[in-house]
């Protein structure tokens, strides 16, 4: 029994500093947080939209067609690079996607799509970042999917890119069933 | 000795007086109201940057962090509660947001184990005393 007693401490020991390890040599990333909002509605909010100075309400817009929301700026260099892939999605006719202009210029973003080209079917006005918030985005560009249903099923933190962009389908798909 | 003694005043200063300078809050963003900008630096002291994750949004000069502070101290000035307000913010950006979380059964674990690890440790040093006191005699 006494011998017991001494070995216990060593192997909860390795058992504690095993479990470190698997924490420091897994994929997890401490940068990439978990939403929140994953599986839930989305935030209701209303903003102006860009180009067209109309006014967005979040209830009417969602819950119609599988949406993607877009938090991106003409400052950010990812997004650059990710516009090539949102323009890919939306000529595939199978979504809208809703780009959020967060802390930007708007004279800046119009001239930046017109150059570029615009894969968004509505810009959302964010000069503040409330919008972001209100989303819980803490860096751009980030890119929710929103199911047909108004339900958040995928936050995407960081560009698409070409190495995560079938699977960025794959789950643009997942998220109907 | 002159050098070990400017050492040690060098990083006093480093450690306890350049923390207070590098202060993120820039003045515009102060509410007149004293009583209510103390509450926004206390909610705000206990908020993660999530841009840096070890710093407050308090001491935070990131972009998001200066955000937060503002929404913070607008928050206050609309009459939300403290309560009110954390929980708009972890509504948003989950737990991991606060710097000292709510005890909750999520949160059970991170609260408990540190106590169940120092009873385990005076349990330990206590058998080991009493079998180096059992061989001693």
Redesign the interface.
Known sequence: MKKKLSIFPSILFFLILLSFFYLLISDRNPSKLPSTFIDKPVPIFKAKTLIDNKTFISTEEFGQETTLVNFFATWCKPCVEELVFLKKLASKNELKIIGVNYKDNSNKTVKWLKELGNPYSKILIDSNALIGIDWGVYGIPETFIVNSKGIIKYRLIGPITEKNYDEFYVKIKESEK | MTKTLLSIIFIFILTHISPTITKAVDPDEFLQDPKLELRARKISKNIRC??C?NQSIDESSA??AK??R??IRNKIKGGYTNDEIYIFL?????D?ILLKPSFKFSTSALWSLPFIFLI?GIF?IF?HNK?SNKIIK
């Open positions: 999530l841009v994750q972009a998001l955000d937060l503002i929404l972890t509504d948003r950006y989950g991991f385990f330990v058998q079998k």
